[in-house]
């Protein structure tokens, strides 16, 4: 059975930083490349972060460029997502997301909320 578990979101006031986990087990970690998503209230499901099956290479939007970073730890199964400089606006359900290096497999975690309020 595969698993994506999310965890270390919370309420920051804007400026601070969070550090998002997200834990995968039931699949071979190494042959995924692993996305960060997130949903806003009212909002569609938008990508923040990518990262390749063996980390060489990563990818995000201008609206997150220079503040998150993501990273894994294939000896962990586990995948991050530095955030700093948080403002109000990313505020939403981020999600860990699993999508296999070459076929059409592709897995959720149940999503971890943060919230970005003065």
């Known amino acids: 059975q595969v698993q994506l578990v999310e965890s270390g979101g919370g309420l920051v006031l804007p400026g601070e930083s969070l550090r998002l986990s997200c834990a995968a087990s039931g699949i071979t970690f190494s042959t995924y490349h692993m996305n960060w998503y997130r949903q806003a209230p009212g909002k569609g499901r938008e990508l923040v972060a990518t990262i390749t099956n063996y980390g060489s290479s990563t990818n995000y939007p201008d609206s997150v460029k220079g503040r998150f970073t993501i990273s894994r730890d294939n000896a962990k199964n586990t995948v991050y997502l530095q955030m700093n400089s948080l403002k109000s606006e990313d505020t939403a359900t981020y999600y860990c997301?699993?999508?296999?290096?070459?076929?059409?497999?592709?897995?959720w975690g149940q999503g971890t909320q943060v919230t970005v309020s003065s």
């Open positions: 997301n699993a999508r296999h290096y070459y076929n059409t497999y592709n897995y």
